[in-house]
T-cell receptor
Framework: AQSVSQHNHHVILSEAASLELGCNYSYGGTVNLFWYVQYPGQHLQLLLKYFSGDPLVKGIKGFEAEFIKSKFSFNLRKPSVQWSDTAEYFCAVRRSNDYKLSFGAGTTVTVRA | NAGVTQTPKFQVLKTGQSMTLQCAQDMNHNSMYWYRQDPGMGLRLIYYSASEGTTDKGEVPNGYNVSRLNKREFSLRLESAAPSQTSVYFC??????????????FGPGTRLTVL
């Protein structure tokens, strides 16, 4: 069974600090990768996605993620966070020939002003 | 475009009551999904509909039924609610399962409490 692991349950940062959230998956085949963000009281919004090509993917709001196939990882980064980045972040993985989107448990990010 | 909409936003039920959660999308997507979100568990797929007229079970279908009413609408029904179904329910849609670049877009969610 495919599983998605997000290493950090809760991350607390100060504004302007750099953010990196880890995501690893267990499936060895070709995968499609996603990061979603859920701001307090809101629905999930797509931050970025990877299907193929350049393993460094840029998304909205200054986020980027790097796909490292050898490490089965798709870590999310932002060089300088803002208070408005306080949210829950979900990594999701789908085998390229499947419909099923498997989610990690999520990482809560709290940015202190 | 409103994207994916869900009603109601909040609901409180007593054990054994029934209710239907409504979902609609205006993006002309073929595929639709129902998830539940529980603390520390991410999102788990309840049911999905690859296209109008088809529905299939996901990871956690027990206690739920679905109807793909037409291309736009996909409803989730709890026939006899149980406290274990207390959760936040999200509907999602995507252009078409099987597309290499298929991406799911989510609705605002329904927070359900079963007493």
């Amino acid at each position: 069974a495919q599983s998605v692991s997000q290493h950090n349950h809760h991350v607390i940062l100060s504004e302007a600090a750099s953010l990196e959230l880890g995501c690893n998956y267990s499936y060895g085949g070709t995968v499609n990768l996603f990061w979603y963000v859920q701001y307090p009281g809101q629905h999930l919004q797509l931050l970025l996605k990877y299907f193929s090509g350049d393993p460094l993917v840029k998304g909205i709001k200054g986020f980027e993620a790097e796909f490292i196939k050898s490490k089965f990882s798709f870590n999310l980064r932002k060089p300088s966070v803002q208070w408005s980045d306080t949210a829950e972040y979900f990594c999701a993985v789908r085998r390229s020939n499947d419909y099923k989107l498997s989610f990690g448990a999520g990482t809560t990010v709290t940015v202190r002003a | 475009n409103a994207g994916v909409t869900q009603t109601p936003k909040f609901q409180v039920l007593k054990t054994g009551q029934s209710m239907t959660l409504q979902c609609a999308q205006d993006m002309n997507h073929n595929s639709m999904y129902w998830y539940r979100q529980d603390p520390g568990m991410g999102l788990r797929l309840i049911y999905y509909s690859a296209s109008e007229g088809t529905t299939d079970k996901g990871e956690v279908p027990n206690g739920y039924n679905v109807s793909r009413l037409n291309k736009r609408e996909f409803s989730l029904r709890l026939e006899s609610a149980a406290p274990s179904q207390t959760s936040v329910y999200f509907c999602a849609s995507s252009e078409a399962q099987g597309l290499v670049t298929d991406t799911q877009y989510f609705g605002p969610g329904t927070r359900l409490t079963v007493l």
